[in-house]
T-cell receptor
């Protein structure tokens, strides 16, 4: 099974709050888990990524938490800002050939 | 500037009229791929190419063709478009053996009436 399940579909957060987006996968052959940020009218852009041998990766306000045994990973956006309002996609890479995406989360950060 | 370009950016066409969406990258990447994005479905891979003359099907290849005659170009061909191919299309590229997520083009919004 090559699906990646993402939740929630939409998320509204107040400025300064924490945004949390969750993803789950089934195929243990996935070996790379990137997150993409997409603004309206633009293509997805890589935000942060993690390998399954690491439990957490932090880059600025963005953190990926990875739970290999549960086959789940999540994106945390600390101190969320209105400029973070975008659609976020989790993905899983399959032997560097096939990138499987979640269905996306539309994040709105209210000022 | 390193980039993936797509043309056209917007296209309205009629059922059955063959069309080609071009994709070009200037980063000398071996791997190129096409995705379609539909509301509520995320991005789904149509075709990918590991190098020149090497292509393979993604998850939703029906109704599409691709070719990879040059390293920098990876056109998407719809020989007989149908309304269910109305979508937002993205081309992407990355260097083989890397897993940094790749570069995406700006997208092509296709409407088939």
């Amino acid at each position: 099974q090559q699906q990646v399940k993402q939740s929630p579909q939409s998320l509204i957060v107040q400025k300064g709050g924490i945004s949390i987006i969750n993803c789950a996968y089934e195929n243990t052959a996935f070996d790379y888990f990137p997150w993409y940020q997409q603004f309206p009218g633009k293509g997805p852009a890589l935000l942060i990524a993690i390998r399954p041998d690491v439990s957490e990766k932090k880059e600025g306000r963005f953190t990926i938490s990875f739970n290999k045994s549960a086959k789940q990973f999540s994106l945390h956006i600390m101190d969320s800002q209105p400029g973070d309002s975008a659609t976020y996609f989790c993905a899983a890479d399959f032997w560097s050939e096939k990138l499987v995406f979640g269905k996306g989360t539309k994040l709105t950060v209210n000022p | 500037e390193a980039q993936v370009t797509q043309n056209p950016r917007y296209l309205i066409t009629v059922t059955g009229k063959k069309l080609t969406v071009t994709c070009s990258q200037n980063m000398n990447h071996e791997y190129m791929s096409w995705y379609r994005q539909d509301p509520g479905l995320g991005l789904r891979q149509i075709y990918y190419s590991m190098n020149v003359e090497v292509t393979d099907k993604g998850d939703v290849p029906e109704g599409y063709k691709v070719s990879r005659k040059e390293k920098r170009n990876f056109p998407l061909i719809l020989e007989s478009p149908s309304p269910n191919q109305t979508s937002l299309y993205f081309c992407a590229s990355r260097a083989t053996g890397t897993t940094y997520g790749g570069n995406f083009g700006p997208g092509t919004r296709l409407t088939v009436t």
